[in-house]
């Protein structure tokens, strides 16, 4: 094949040549028919769209993680093999208390985001310490949760049941801490550099991860604990 | 730190009449009305999240047996759906399509998951000989 | 201090895995010492190994993957050798050996040589077909890229140190519980998988973001070339499902290392619902390997038939229709599992309908050749040859779709043959295919023909003459993983097997051939204008190799095949377009966070594969603070000046005006 060569063009050509009107084809000028033109067709997103889309995708992928433990729960619910039962784990104060303090942290935290768009580093700062120190609360709460249960033999060792329980409520409580470490460094990032752009995009970020995790609970109140203390 | 954005020629606008939004993004909202957003979230999920438990706890005489579980899921997804639109902004809106489409994958993911694992198992267990028969078949 | 690891995890006692490990460090070492007296330290560092450019990162994701087949192929050949020789006999693999051999064939050609290859494909070309200048997250994309290596070297290291997993490329508990497989193996493969799948995930949101808000203007959906399309649907796959798996796997070490009980046959554990979940991500996985295999055909076939792509809106509703479909076939996997006839019945039908969306595609690829003018390009030989096979191999599909006909032939051979006829014939081809239609894309010169044309028929005869006989015994009874055979019936078959594979084996030789004698003959084969196929997408108005900006102005599409109709109205007008005013571009600066993560990555599997505890926590911190120390640089960019855009674009015209007067000399124009 020589360099020149470019058979398929030519060939396009000739027959444009036989069908003045292309009829048999597509055309390609610009006054045609923009089809299909939607969101988008005006070249890349703006920085600030693309990061945030990537991480709500990154959030859904995390929710199907999610999913399999909820499902996994769901089938190993009654495997207790002869263990003890979810209405045994269930102490409903202490899970309202876990509930009210995510709530509140969502709420700051969405205050903060408030206190970002007015570009108060000190409302923003004052905001998400009290979202990380509520936070820091439903961990104890959690923690505390887990020894009192490994007190009395409830271990993840015990049964299928239990496997299934600690795996989902710990999965989210570890979801928890690590957004707790994120948002410590997130804090430090604010205070020396300031809403900078890539700044800002990391706080919308944060926020979707502390919301998204409080949606998880939302199941997790709900399916294992609300739904176990009749059972 | 540049203020350019990705490319010069796109930050004008001039094209985008209305351009896509981030998830939980609104930029050309005052910080009134997140605050507005924020207040309203947080009174709809403790309303919705005093309901599931009063709803838990209560043991009134239900006049349908699963009525108790049932009243629990709607609640759980009224308020997931509260946080969706008060925390996250998404909303019905062209400039929120993706998003929306995303969410929508995301969920019929977790509905085939969730629902098929638990078809799947229950229809198998179903079939299992009990376990204290099995025991008996072992020489 | 170093947990289970001891002296006695080296095989000094066998001599096979030492001699490979052995001979393998010995290359790796000379190839480290080779480019250390040559003094490319630097230049590796520099343009490849922090490179954030999607082009060096998809060539790095091609040779890791070609490499790993390599590897994986190795495995194949000893396989089939074993079951040549081993009837009534016991072979020349003890069973412990061979059960590790056919576990890491299965790991290593799905997770370190399909995936790194589809993957190495998607982020060449995605972005130049896009008409942008890079993924959404180049940085990322680089970890990702790192993760995946990471996760190769802990698979390769199991072959040096301690041992891999002898439980299939499925580690099905309860025989992966740590109460039957207490060796490190099933460890080796838990976070080998785990590592790279990460990287996996991390691609996929990269790529969904990417095709979703980074497009050229004008770009519409239904204006993206077909094999974007397919990306798109692999990655949103990926996002979907690799979950699944990093949920699964995570569930099946908590049982290994600290007694859970997710999946025992104890304390209420569940072993089927580890078929279940893992299923639920193995079946899409196939399609996230096939589908942008089929985007490859669809740019091939439209190319070299001269025409576009015939039903290109059916194509895309067939891709999309797959990518849903995919998520509700899971478990033909198990049909034998016992979940009952109304369970089965619906997952065989859903198997079934699936079908028709790969039916539909195959159409629009025999009526996109039918009126061209079909050149058989190499390219354009492996997607025939695709085709061909896999038609019978989707049709065995169907079969086995059938749950009363797959408890006959449950995993049997036939089962084997049937999953290497779809993902040799379709994805491999595929990929073959692709490699060689963007080799010159990415390098500058063409692949030597007729050393290709030879590796496409020996692959073709040769996979045709080792998996027919498979089928067969399958048909006949045999099971598949059987380290010897009792029946000497099935001797001639699996000897014609053999020779299939001796077939194969000198395709291979001819690829590795056509390499060298393209290198050897770059100047000759040399592409100067950027179009040597005479293409119709965005990537082929680049030139060979393109600039790391990709596009000196990004393009201003204007209708479906964007390139096409810029080239006809060059061609027609006997001039380019006007030259465009440039402007500094900016670009991603380079970053060895990819790099340092997989280290960390590497060390911390490592780590806990051995259960040194105090490592993997070292290496936890680690990875932290250079994450941190990433978050805080505080320049993301830099602007490439004017006068470089403007002369590497001059440069880029001059070739094609260059072309343009000697297509008018030679009086081709009509």
Redesign the interface.
């Known amino acids: 094949m020589t360099q020149a060569d470019l058979p398929a063009a030519i060939e396009t050509l000739r027959r444009v040549r036989e069908d003045p009107h292309r009829l048999g084809h597509r055309g390609h000028d610009a006054e045609g028919p923009v089809e299909g033109a939607g969101h988008g067709a005006s070249g890349p997103a703006r920085k600030r769209i693309v990061v945030g889309y990537g991480f709500w995708i990154f959030l859904l992928s995390d929710i199907v993680m999610f999913s399999c433990f909820f499902a996994t729960f769901a089938v190993q619910r009654s495997a207790t093999a002869g263990g003890p039962t979810v209405s045994q784990l269930v102490d409903i104060p202490r899970v309202g208390l876990e509930t009210l303090a995510l709530l509140l942290s969502s709420y700051t935290c969405g205050l903060s985001f408030a206190a970002t768009n007015a570009r108060s580093k000190l409302w923003t700062q004052v905001f998400l310490l009290i979202t990380g120190l509520l936070g820091l609360a439903f961990v104890g709460l959690e923690v505390q949760e887990f020894i009192s249960l490994a007190a009395r033999g409830i271990t993840p060792q015990r049964s299928g049941f239990l496997s299934a329980f600690f795996g989902l409520v710990g999965l989210h409580g570890l979801h928890v801490t690590l957004a707790g470490v994120w948002l410590a460094t997130m804090m430090a990032q604010v205070q020396i550099k300031g809403f900078r752009r890539e700044i800002v995009h990391r706080l919308i970020c944060f926020n979707l991860f502390w919301h998204a995790l409080d949606i998880v609970w939302i199941g997790i109140f709900t399916i294992v604990y609300l739904m176990g203390s009749g059972a | 730190m540049s203020e350019l954005e990705y490319d010069p020629g796109l930050s004008t606008g001039a094209l985008d009449h209305h351009a896509d939004h981030a998830p939980g993004d609104e930029p050309e909202e005052s910080a009134g009305h997140w605050v507005l957003n924020a207040n309203l979230g947080l009174g709809f999920s403790l309303i919705l999240t005093a309901a599931a438990f009063w709803v838990a706890v209560s043991h009134v005489a239900w006049f349908w047996g699963p009525a108790a579980p049932v009243a629990l899921i709607v609640l759980a997804i009224a308020q997931m759906g509260v946080h969706l639109v008060f925390f996250l902004h998404v909303t019905t809106g062209p400039d929120n399509t993706n998003n929306v489409l995303a969410l929508a994958f995301g969920i019929l993911v977790v509905f085939l998951i969730v629902v098929g694992s638990i078809w799947i198992m229950n229809h198998l267990h179903h079939n299992m000989m009990p376990a204290d028969q099995l025991m008996q078949m072992q020489p | 201090m170093f947990g289970k690891l001891s002296w006695s995890a080296i095989p000094f006692d066998q001599p096979i895995p030492l001699i490979t490990s052995l001979a393998l460090v010995a290359i790796i070492l000379g190839v480290l010492a080779l480019i250390t007296v040559k003094g490319w330290w630097p230049y590796l560092w520099r343009e490849w190994i922090t490179s954030v450019d999607h082009k060096r990162i998809g060539v790095m994701y091609c040779l890791l993957g070609s490499v790993m087949l390599v590897r994986g192929f190795a495995d194949a050949i000893m396989m089939r050798t074993q079951q040549a020789v081993a009837i009534g006999a016991m072979g020349y693999l003890p069973p412990e050996h061979y059960d590790q051999i056919f576990s890491a064939h299965g790991t290593i050609m799905i997770f370190f040589a399909a995936m790194p290859l589809v993957i190495g494909l998607m982020n060449f070309v995605t972005p130049l077909q896009l008409g942008?200048r890079d993924v959404?997250?180049p940085t990322l994309n680089s970890v990702s890229f790192w993760l995946t290596a990471s996760g190769a070297l802990l698979v390769n290291i199991s072959l040096f140190v301690g041992e891999f997993a002898r439980t299939g490329w499925l580690p099905y508990p309860p025989l992966s519980e740590a109460a039957y497989s207490p060796g490190v193996g099933v460890d080796y493969y838990l976070w080998a998988v785990q590592i790279a799948g990460i990287g996996t995930?991390m691609t996929?949101?990269?790529f969904?973001?990417t095709v979703?808000?980074?497009?050229?203007?004008?770009?519409?959906?239904?204006?993206m070339p077909m094999f974007c399309w397919t990306t798109l649907a692999a990655s949103?796959l990926i996002?979907?499902?690799?979950?699944?798996l990093?949920?699964?796997l995570a569930?099946l070490s908590?049982?290994r290392y600290?007694?859970?009980?997710?999946f025992?046959n104890?304390?209420?554990?569940?072993p089927?619902?580890f078929m279940?979940?893992i299923w639920?991500w193995g079946h899409p996985e196939v399609y996230i390997l096939v589908l942008p295999a089929f985007g490859i055909f669809s740019e091939v076939f439209s190319?070299f038939?001269?025409?576009?792509l015939f039903g290109y809106r059916s194509m895309v509703a067939a891709t999309l229709f797959i990518c849903?479909v995919a998520?509700?076939t899971?478990?033909h996997h198990f049909f034998t599992?016992?979940?009952?006839p109304?369970?089965n019945t619906a997952f065989g039908i859903s198997t079934s309908i699936i079908a028709v969306g790969t039916g539909v595609k195959i159409y629009n690829w025999i009526f996109t050749m039918y009126g061209g003018?079909v050149?058989f390009t190499v390219p354009m030989l492996w997607s025939l040859g695709f085709i061909f096979t896999f038609v019978i191999g989707g049709m065995t599909g169907v079969l086995l779709a059938v749950p009363p006909a797959d408890y006959l032939v449950h995993n049997s051979m036939f089962l084997v043959a049937h999953f290497h006829n779809v993902i040799v014939g379709g994805v491999v081809f595929g990929l073959f295919a692709g490699l060689d239609y963007w080799f010159p894309k990415a390098f500058g010169f063409r692949l030597h023909e007729g050393w290709g044309k030879a590796a496409f028929w020996f692959a073709l005869i040769g996979f045709w003459v080792t998996f027919t006989p498979l089928y067969m015994l399958g048909l006949e009874g045999m099971t598949r993983r059987l380290q010897h055979i009792d029946i000497p019936e099935w001797a001639p078959l699996l000897r014609i097997s053999l020779l299939g594979v001796g077939i194969l084996i000198l395709g291979a030789i001819c690829q590795v051939v056509m390499l060298v004698v393209s290198i050897l003959q770059r100047d000759k084969l040399r592409?100067?204008?950027g179009?040597?196929w005479?293409g119709r997408s965005l990537e082929w108005a680049t030139p060979s190799p393109p600039p790391f900006f990709n596009y000196a102005v990004?393009p201003n599409v204007?209708?479906?095949?964007a390139y096409?109709?810029i080239?006809?109205?060059a061609?027609?007008t006997q001039q380019l377009s006007p030259e465009p005013t440039y402007?500094p571009i900016?670009m991603p600066v380079s970053s060895p966070v990819g790099l340092y993560t997989a280290f960390f990555a590497s060390v911390m599997g490592f780590s806990l594969i051995w259960q040194i505890w105090w490592l993997a926590g070292l290496a936890l911190v680690g990875a932290?603070v250079g994450f941190?120390v990433f978050?805080?640089r505080?320049v993301?960019?830099f602007?490439v000046p004017v006068e470089e855009v403007a002369r590497a674009d001059r440069a880029r015209r001059a070739a094609r005006g260059a072309?343009l007067e000697?297509?008018a000399q030679?009086g081709?124009?009509?």
């Open positions: 942008v959404a997250f995930l996929g949101i990269n969904v973001t979703l808000k980074m497009r050229c203007p004008g770009m519409t959906y239904l204006r949103l996002v979907a499902v690799f979950p699944i990093t949920a699964t569930m908590l049982d600290f007694g859970w009980h997710y025992t104890t304390a209420g554990g569940n089927m619902m279940n979940l639920a190319t038939s001269g025409k576009p849903i998520m509700m899971w478990l599992m016992g979940s009952g109304a369970v003018r050149r592409d100067l204008t179009d040597p005479d990004m204007e209708g479906e095949e096409w109709g080239k006809l109205r061609i027609e402007e900016e932290y941190v978050a805080w505080d993301h960019e602007h072309q000697r297509l030679q081709a124009i009509p």
